[in-house]
């Protein structure tokens, strides 16, 4: 079937060919596997009497029953199995081999291009500095599926007289986006059984399985990722397996609908007519956790993982030989000379051609030891890695990957700063990408969709380059660096005359918050016929400065510290209105109170005498401190260790101020990211899903015991009505009667038996006494929009039976957590008063629950939280893993830049802070003199927006009296 995507190579239809009715004697097909073997036998024999001479059998006539024909196109395969690939060419081509007749030129005016390359001239160590690189205004011209003209006021008369155009208005112009790491139709989405087709787990070494025997084309996840401006991934088989098999680049134009000729993957294939091949393989602990079974099967260890590798290529490598061995001596005395066919078999056929240099090998490794194993694997049997993914320890070891065989060292694909998630993941640094760069090594960021969802890669990128990556390397690494590493650096990556039309026009720089296209062209083919346009302003692109040096992890304890350039200040201090808004605002800090915003001269000159260090900012922020809810921040340090977790508790209530752990590595880079404060409830089942009461503590302290550490010993009381509900109750129905039933008692329960005995002082309906009281909020994991109907009833139900008890309460404070599909009940939700708490932010349907969520423009008009917040919800965002700490600022920012105007900065970094109490239902007093008293003592000092990426904490006081600062390394 999928023969021609590699017509070059021998591929799996020429090791099976059907027979050839030219045959000159037929025979049938148990008989001659029994011929075939005895004619092996027969030549080993004959080649040990002849002693191999270097023409042993010229001139003598065939002495088996062998197919000429058949010996005659081995010999033709020879040529084919010995070739190298090279780069598909760009340049040159009159027209993409994708294209597809009837469709219309385009002509993009007035567009913001980068180009992806420095001007001519450029020295590469100026390029590599990135001197050269800019943004250009030009129009781009687009026909028969490539980029023909690149180039300031085309000159229309010599273009085709029937070319559309596409008005850019400024706005910028990039190549489609790359990811070189996807399951996107692999893993369609949402997550069903029986479309989960990512790992062939009956094998741990299955060079011999294709992607592309599972790509769902209709996986509407292909879509999603489209729309964040990638047009081309990398569809590779899971890490499951030490060699999952061969991977396929695909490009995201999938049937009629988006100007393709059907809806078949074969279609899809990003260069048909490129003879290169791709392979995934996987170090690490995937494979022993899948596969090792003392006793019965390995891998159990990285040592057997290591001889498993090793023993596959000595497979290959077998295959290999006897192949050029067969071929050599073949060309010498005539294939109809030859007493056996070509060996060839199709189980190491792939990984043969992995030695034979034919195939682009992508490998899954996290650790220094992983790292080390294949690159001397790689010498040993002489084959190049294009790429280590998931490659966290890679910028700790430059050096060891530039020992890699081949030409030039692998690439680390990586994410920008998700991590902890396994013992392998615990080692990392937001700033790898820097560092690689910096040791002359090449990192791409990469989605692993759907670990991240593949359509904001770019905000990978982004990320990265605020983290440090120069700006035109963080671009490269989502466009040249992908193409180049994948052999397709000729025709992808670049918006240049020659290269395939995939083109992007964004509605703010690519590697700024928040940003969206506008229009996506594949193949010269426009993907939205009517794209949803958030409203933002027409923007420069962001200026390509450095960006701010990494601040050290440790911070510096400090009493009077002066800021100053400090361009907003979200900390109220009975200011002044003038001095308030005033772009240059002087902070002054005193035992570790904020005295003065605004001009503090009086501070200022004093500084020296009262031991006053003296800061200066570029584009200071001083904000109120961020507060994570909803992950196990607290209750693990590596989420996929059970040591160091809490722990998961189907059938049990707990509380989560029992089982805090402090002092962790989480913790350590929540306070260093501004986030002093966590709200935790204890694991129901999974991640994200939660039964017991929350803990509210600091982030800061060094254990529970400290004064202060712990806040809030309940903060609410948790329950989990999202997918998982059913590995507890059964079934939803049972588990949202469950619920009710439990209310209901709770309301039942006399109010003189408030828990007058020791022991039920703890116990879950003595927290549900409380919850019927009004006095604890109730907090529900739930994303399906029917069961947030449900659970409204069930609220109607309890409140009523409330009222006839004769309560005091004014009903139960119910709270959403997740609500992907809460939108759909926003104005129900907000006259219920019922808040939300979004976690993801940005859902994007990865499983049923979820499945109506919306995910943004060009597809859909916003997203959930715009919606609620116009229907007046108390809303708030949350995390869903605990690496996203580091990123809380952010998610306040894409909601503050996509919102078009509707919430001002102090709104959306409220979401991440305030928000949260009052999406609980808790009362959060701005104007008392307690909390502005509170908010002197804590703050959190920005250098740069928050907002954005790029900002520095330089500063945090978390209210317990301490100040901390960060010092830049
Ligand atoms: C599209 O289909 C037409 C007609 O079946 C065929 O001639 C053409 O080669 C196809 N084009 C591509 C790019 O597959
Ligand atoms: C290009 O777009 C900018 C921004 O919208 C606009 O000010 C300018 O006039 C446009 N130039 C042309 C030649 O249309
Ligand atoms: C900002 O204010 C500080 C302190 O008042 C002053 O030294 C500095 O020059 C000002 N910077 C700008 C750009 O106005």
Redesign the pocket.
Known sequence: MMGHEKNELPSYSAAVAAPDRRRRWSVRRSRGLRLFALACLAFIVYAQWQQISPHPMRGSPPSSQLSIDKLEENLRLCSKLQSKPKDPIGAGRERN?????GHKPTLIKNATVWVGEPVEGTSDEDARAGKGYTWINADVYLEHGLIKKVGKGIDTSSLASDYLVYEAKGRPLTTGIIDMHSHAGLDSLPSLVGNDDVNEMSSDITPYVRSIDGIQPNDHQIQVIKSGGVTTSLILPGSGNNIGGEAYVIKHAVGKADG???TSAT?MLAA?DSSWRYMKMACGENAKRTYGKVGEHGPVSRLGESWRFRHAFEQAAKLLTSQDDWCTAAESIGAQHMHSYLPQELKWESLSAVLRGQVHVNTHCYTIPDLEAFVDHTNEFKFPVRAFHHAHQTYLVPELLKRAWGDSPPAAALFADNMWYKAEAYVGSEYAGKQLYEDGLTPIYVSDNPVLNAQHVVYEAAKAYGYGLPYHAALASVTTAPAERLGLGQRLGKVKPGYDADVVVWDSDPLSIGAAPVQVWIDGTAQYENPFELNKPITAPIEAAPPAPATADEPIPARNVIFTGVSRSFVSNGLKEDDYRSENLTVAIFEGKITCIGTCAEELSIASKSGAEIISLQNGYVTKPFTAFGSLVGLNAIDAESDTDNGAALDVFSRGVDGLAFDTKKLHYAYKYGVTRAISAPKYSWQMTHQGTSVGFHTGARNGLEYGSVFADDVAVHYTLDLNAKSGSASISNAIGSLRRKLLEAVDAKASTAPGKYAEQYSEAAFLAKVVDGTLPLAITVHSADVIASLLKVKDVVDRAITESGRSSEGIRLTIVGGAESFLAAHELAAADVGVILIPLLSYRSSWDQRRALTGAPLTNGTAIDQLIEAGVRVAIGIEEDWLVRDMGLLAGITYTNAGGALSEEEALDLVGDNVFEALGYKVEEDGDEEEDRNVSRFVVFEGSPLQVGSRVRAVADGTGDLNLFEYA
């Open positions: 081999v994708r294209y597809i007749d393709r000729n059907e279609d048909p």
